[in-house]
Nanobody, 121 residues
Framework: QVQIVESGGGLVQPGGSLRLSCAAS????????MGWYRQAPGRQRELVAT????????RYTDSVKGRFTISRDLAKNAVYLQMNNLKPEDTAVYYC??????????????WGQGTQVTVSS
């Protein structure tokens, strides 16, 4: 059974930094991509950043470009999100997502439990 576990959230002042980590384990055949999404109270879940495992291609939502950096560790089936110059509007629950291929060729989505990021003075 695939498990997705996040860590690294917390409370930080505006302008500060945090680094989120996410690791996938259990029954992994092949990972196509991993990424981070976030959901603020009263808002829909939105994509923050994704990275394709095979070639490292990244994608960011406009509001985080230049401030957030996504990276991966293929050996650990892990993905990281370095968040700099954090703003109050970055406050949300951040979810790790993994898109995986099964041995039968099926594509499946897996989600972590979420980690809270709060940016406040």
């Amino acid at each position: 059974q695939v498990q997705i576990v996040e860590s690294g959230g917390g409370l930080v002042q505006p302008g500060g930094s945090l680094r989120l980590s996410c690791a996938a384990s259990g029954g992994i055949f092949s990972i196509y991509a991993m990424g981070w999404y976030r959901q603020a109270p009263g808002r829909q879940r939105e994509l923050v950043a994704t990275i394709i495992s095979r070639n490292g291609t990244t994608r960011y939502t406009d509001s985080v470009k230049g401030r957030f950096t996504i990276s991966r560790d293929l050996a650990k089936n892990a993905v990281y999100l370095q968040m700099n110059n954090l703003k109050p509007e970055d406050t949300a629950v951040y979810y790790c997502n993994a898109i995986m291929w099964s041995v039968t060729g099926a594509q499946n989505d897996y989600w972590g439990q979420g980690t809270q990021v709060t940016v406040s003075s």
